[in-house]
């Protein structure tokens, strides 16, 4: 939704009070009609740019709905935030949630298609959607060390990546490392070595447990942290090279073509294809005259215990996140899910992602497998269509 074309100053000379009905009329009545929160509405229903929903402004916010989402009021510094990041055509896409106040009584959010909106008074309002959205969620959303965001999405200075700040730490993503959190001491150190632009990197773990202290690696070194001794920054460590499918995995730091397997301690990923694809005809993240790429991948448990694995998905075309199409705000294909993997059980994950209709480029597909028996696994595959 443009600004230029909806913004609060144009709506207001909209008629004074239009008929609200439909679904949004039924939101409207619950909270309260025009004696409640948003008051006597601004315009009539009015059909959405991207033809997919519908919204009416009213004089403290708006009410929009879409067949996926429902009807969900939107206002305050959280509606000027979502405004910011493109409305419902932007990477959040349509509201699921009314605003909400968070659990620690200190602040409030939107939850949306693609992402989620968090306020509070001292921090604003900000966005957080994709993988660091899901780093935000594992650390803790804004009860964590984290706290609430304090910056929305940015691109890094060097391009390769982008971050959100947060008021505890951040959150820093590439498309050959993933999402992770950095905070604290180790944080600190960082940022004397130059951020992501220094010697270290970028990082390629959150924050975890060694003997005494806490470490994070980065792509070309690593930060330990204690008591005694502080943060300290440690000399480059060597990435492994892929094992083969036939021996014991963990963090994979090497590359393997398409189609290809590795054996992650027992679960075997394999990428069976990576191509162009039709457009869809719903998803949401799907952008006009695109030609999207599907990644489909394998996953086989050859151990002898119940696997119960989550995953994480990223695509970068020619050196540029894709950004992942979902259908009903869930991924666009079966994915691995979160349900238990038998010994000898495979499953199959399909995963669209919106990409220029160039004629050729080169594909990068990052994998990112957690289970609750296990660490944290990474595989990487890569092909050129």
Do not use: C
């Amino acid at each position: 939704m443009a600004m230029a074309t909806f913004s609060m100053a144009s709506i207001q000379t909209a008629a004074a009070d239009p008929r609200v009905g439909g679904d949004i009329g039924v939101r409207y009545d619950a909270l309260g009609g025009a004696a409640g929160l948003l008051g006597e509405p601004l315009t009539g229903e009015v059909g959405t740019p991207n033809g997919r929903g519908a919204y009416v402004s009213f004089q403290r916010g708006g009410i929009w709905w879409s067949p996926q989402s429902g009807a969900r009021e939107v206002h305050g510094s959280i509606l000027t935030e979502w405004g910011r990041t493109g409305w419902e055509g932007g990477p959040l896409g349509f509201p699921i949630t009314d605003e909400t106040g968070t659990p620690n009584g200190r602040g409030a959010y939107n939850a949306f298609q693609g992402g989620s909106v968090y306020w509070s008074p001292p921090s604003g309002a900000h966005e957080v959607h994709g993988m660091i959205r899901d780093a935000y969620a594992w650390s803790g959303w804004e009860n964590g060390v984290l706290g609430f965001p304090i910056t929305g999405e940015v691109r890094t200075p060097n391009g390769k990546g982008a971050y959100n700040a947060f008021q505890g730490g951040s959150i820093y993503w590439s498309p050959t490392t993933g999402a992770h959190v950095v905070h604290g001491a180790i944080r600190d150190a960082w940022a004397a070595q130059g951020w992501e632009g220094g010697a270290l990197g970028f990082p390629t773990s959150s924050e975890f447990d060694i003997p005494g202290g806490k470490r994070v690696n980065f792509q070309r070194g690593y930060i330990e942290w204690s008591a005694a001794t502080g943060a300290r920054v440690n000399a480059p460590i060597a990435v492994p090279a892929p094992p083969p499918a036939s021996t014991g995995g963990g963090v994979i730091g090497g590359t393997l073509a398409v189609p290809g397997e590795v054996n992650l301690d027992g679960l075997v990923l394999r990428a069976e294809s990576v191509r162009r694809v039709a457009p869809p005809t719903t998803g949401i993240g799907y952008t006009a005259g695109d030609v999207p790429i599907e990644v489909v991948l394998t996953i086989r448990n050859t151990t002898q215990g119940l696997w119960d694995p989550f995953d994480l998905v990223a695509v970068t075309y020619n050196g540029a996140e894709a950004e992942q199409v979902f259908a009903s705000g869930l991924g666009y294909g079966a994915g691995f899910g979160d349900a238990s993997l038998a010994p000898g059980q495979s499953r199959t994950g399909r995963y669209l992602f919106s990409a220029p209709p160039s004629g050729s480029g080169d594909v990068l597909v990052e994998v990112i497998i957690y289970d609750v028996q296990t660490d944290r696994h990474v595989a990487r595959f890569s092909t050129r269509l």
